[in-house]
């Protein structure tokens, strides 16, 4: 949401979100909602997982807008429930607004790159592009925002969910290392979008016009 008053500075910095409550609600429903597909597809069953991302098909572009929130199984959705829930509540620390603009470039850029890359003949679902998206963020904007303590977070993140990154290598022919990879690269765009932006607002007069790149809350 733009603002007519310049941003605080500090804001950029934030490790948490300023209200948890709102921001808690949010991760908690995005991931409920991943629940209520999978059950639909479950009870129905509905045979969603034919709709997530077919490569270099034009029948299957649309995918990129379906894949984030279609699992292939229950396993394969619990296995990505936490990372979800703490990437995207810690992701909120420049309100729902940044959030909404990071996770888009996430979505968006991750699914396209795994269109263009993944192998033929395959379906790419799961919310696991968003979730090393969404890391790759919060390891990486304390160095565009030059914060000690938003670099502090990332290397207690790096030390607890480190052993992730290594998803973004060929291995598991089953799991989408594309995805992974390009979610991430995803997010460190994203990272030094909100960054510049945030440099924009800084230097913007105070009482001035606001900035179309005012990505805050």
Same mark, same amino acid.
């Given at each position: 949401m733009m603002s007519g008053q310049p941003a605080h500075p500090a !804001? %950029?910095?934030r490790i948490l979100p300023a209200d948890p409550k709102s921001a808690g609600a949010v991760a908690v429903a995005f991931t409920v909602l991943l629940y209520l597909v999978e059950l639909v597809d479950t009870v129905l069953p509905a045979e &969603?997982? *034919? +709709?997530g991302i077919a490569p270099r098909s034009l029948d299957g572009l649309d995918g990129? &807008?379906?894949a984030p929130v279609l699992h292939g199984s229950w396993g394969h959705l619990l296995s990505n429930t936490i990372p979800v829930l703490v990437f995207a509540f810690l992701t909120m620390a420049g309100g729902l607004g940044q959030w909404i603009v990071v996770t888009a470039t996430i979505w968006i850029l991750g699914g396209a +790159?795994?269109?263009l890359v993944a192998? !033929? +003949? *395959?379906f790419t679902v799961g919310a696991s592009g968003l979730a090393f998206g969404w890391l790759a963020f919060l390891l990486v904007r304390g160095i565009f925002n030059r914060s000690g303590s938003q670099l &502090?977070? %990332?290397g207690m993140l790096l030390f607890i969910w480190g052993g992730m990154l290594w998803g973004v290598l060929p291995s598991n022919p089953n799991i989408s290392w594309q995805g992974? &990879?390009?979610g991430a690269l995803a997010g460190i765009l994203a990272a030094w979008i909100v960054s510049r932006a945030g440099r924009r607002r800084k230097a913007s007069?105070? +009482?001035g016009a606001a900035h179309p790149d005012n990505l805050g809350m």
């Open positions: !804001s %950029a910095k &969603l997982d *034919t +709709g990129i &807008l379906w +790159g795994v269109w192998e !033929s +003949g *395959t &502090l977070l %990332a992974h &990879l390009f007069p105070p +009482g």
